[in-house]
């Protein structure tokens, strides 16, 4: 339901810095500017290296309880669209340039 929807919180973000988290095969760590920036961590290695990564903007759920992935703390959620046999992972990204920080509606 619509209410549902609304408890979701996202945000336009930038993503501007990737690094590898040390002893995974799959995990980055992004500093992303969603107005402020925000930590996040995800496994995206496969699909995408740093320099595609670098400066993109995406959607983020940013109302998440923070958590851990090995030992790095990931403060929010990149949304990606991802094939059943995982063989295919995409970024949802705006299609117009707009401001970081934006809200989702």
Not at 9 to 34: A, F, H, P
Not at 61 to 66: A, E, I, T
Request: net charge negative; charged share 30%; proline share 2%.
């Amino acid at each position: 339901e619509y209410g549902d929807f609304k408890k979701l919180e996202m945000k336009v973000g930038q993503i501007i810095k990737v690094e590898r988290v040390e002893n995974t095969e799959k995990l980055y760590k992004l500093q992303v500017d969603i107005g402020t920036t925000t930590q996040i961590v995800t496994s995206l290695v496969p699909y995408y290296t740093e320099e595609k990564l670098l400066n993109k903007k995406i959607v983020v759920l940013v109302n998440l309880k923070p958590t851990k992935f090995k030992g790095e703390l990931s403060e929010g959620m990149l949304l990606c669209a991802e094939t059943d046999d995982e063989s295919e992972c995409v970024l949802l990204s705006v299609d117009k340039d707009i401001k970081v920080g934006t809200y989702i509606t």
